[in-house]
């Protein structure tokens, strides 16, 4: 089993920055792939972000390309999400996910998953 704790939502103004973390802890997770993924009210899941956890590897959704970057943290067990010139648009609940299978881009393929983190944005 893996435990998955999402840290850092809030509330944040349009054009501000945020940044979430995700820690594991149980099983070790060094050959896991972590997602990033965010549900809207009303809307379905959709894929942000995805890291190898040695951090070499990243893969991002074409609505955040640019504005967010994932990478490993100095937290044992911990990956980051830095989110810069947010948009009201990006507010919703941020999972953070960890899976072994492929594509990266489908929440099927995760196998353990947060409790999520609230991100609003202001406009």
């Known amino acids: 089993q893996v435990q998955l704790v999402e840290s850092g939502g809030g509330l944040v103004q349009a054009g501000g920055s945020l940044r979430l973390s995700c820690t594991a802890s149980?099983?070790?997770?060094?050959?896991?792939?972590l997602g990033w993924f965010r549900q809207a009210p009303g809307k379905e899941r959709e894929f942000v972000a995805a890291?190898?956890?040695?951090?070499?590897?990243?893969h991002y959704g074409d609505s955040v390309k640019g504005r967010f970057t994932a990478f490993r943290a100095n937290a044992e067990n911990t990956v980051d999400l830095q989110m810069n010139s947010l948009k009201p648009e990006d507010t919703a609940v941020y999972y953070c996910?960890?899976?072994?299978?492929?594509?990266?881009?489908?929440?099927?393929?995760?196998?353990?998953w947060g409790q999520g983190t609230q991100v609003t944005v202001s406009s």
């Open positions: 890291i190898s956890w040695s951090g070499t590897s990243t």
């Open positions: 149980g099983r070790t997770v060094s050959r896991y792939f």
């Open positions: 996910a960890v899976g072994r299978s492929v594509p990266v881009v489908e929440s099927t393929s995760y196998d353990y």
